[in-house]
């Protein structure tokens, strides 16, 4: 039909790939080719070891080129191929170089592709760059960071664990985004230890939150807290999601409202409140 892609080869393909060493590069036929190789990737292709290592050498090349659609087409053809190759660090200077440049549209798309190739041998390499990037004054870099940096829990929670002072300060970061991200890696670094994540909540319920975001996941880290809780309705947490129904965003009084009708055994009066906040808020529609 109209695919364009339907009768490609893997072999041929990886062929073309071999003008990624040729001067002056052609970022439009490079972004093509890259392009295919997405594609077979994403259509169930096997690329072996060593194909996958002669293409990423290949690559290198191309961070020559300011063009920016081929810089992100690299990003993404890195992310897709991280896990075929064990020699996916020969393109971890090239990525720390944009990710430290001065090139914003570059920095927050390098972070990401420099952590899908990084594993807990190599990422106390970046650590120092990983966490100047959390508290980066561009939000789009911070973000990315911080996301980042949940997925790298999986495999180095020790080493994220150590940059929970830059997390920290991300949490009250103007961007709402940002915010959000900091709190959702925050508790995450914290959720095993109930007496921290308490004092978190508590921290965060005195000094407020700029994020509707943050807020709703606030209130469902409160409620998860308050299901542990012996002290019931009478603790602070039940208290503060009540509070939460007359927030000025609809998102944050929603969640509320869904909090406290889903806890087990709740009165009428307890219910009340929420039922009110639901039925103002479809009068409002």
Not at 10 to 22: K, T, Y
Not at 241 to 266: D, F, G
Request: charged share 20%; with cysteine; net charge positive.
């Amino acid at each position: 039909g109209n695919n364009p892609y339907a009768y490609i080869e893997r072999n041929v393909v990886l062929q073309e790939a071999r003008i990624f060493q040729q001067t002056p590069i052609n970022p439009r036929k490079c972004g093509e080719i890259l392009t295919k190789i997405i594609y077979l990737i994403n259509q169930g292709e096997i690329i072996s070891t060593n194909e996958a290592t002669e293409t990423f050498f290949a690559m290198t090349k191309l961070f020559q080129s300011n063009d920016v659609i081929l810089r992100r087409m690299c990003y993404l053809t890195i992310k897709e191929m991280a896990k075929m190759t064990e020699n996916a660090f020969i393109v971890t200077q090239s990525l720390t170089k944009d990710m430290n440049g001065r090139e914003d549209i570059f920095r927050a798309a390098a972070v990401r592709a420099l952590c899908a190739i990084t594993d807990h041998s190599t990422l106390q390499g970046i650590e120092r760059y990983m966490k100047q990037a959390i508290v980066d004054k561009v939000h789009s870099v911070s973000s990315a960071a911080l996301v980042s940096s949940l997925h790298l829990t999986k495999q180095a929670f020790d080493v994220v664990k150590r940059w929970v002072n830059e997390v920290q300060e991300s949490c009250s970061n103007d961007s709402i985004m940002v915010q959000y991200h900091a709190l959702g890696l925050l508790y995450h670094l914290r959720k095993k230890d109930r007496l921290a994540t308490s004092k978190m909540v508590t921290k965060f319920m005195k000094s407020g939150m700029k994020s509707p975001f943050a807020y709703c996941m606030l209130i469902r880290i409160a409620s998860k807290l308050l299901e542990e809780d012996d002290s019931g309705r009478d603790s602070p947490l039940f208290n503060f999601i009540e509070s939460c129904l007359r927030n000025k965003h609809e998102l944050v009084i929603y969640e509320a409202a869904s909090a406290i009708v889903n806890m087990p055994n709740c009165s009428a009066r307890e219910l009340a409140p929420a039922v009110s906040g639901w039925s103002y808020e479809l009068g409002a529609i």
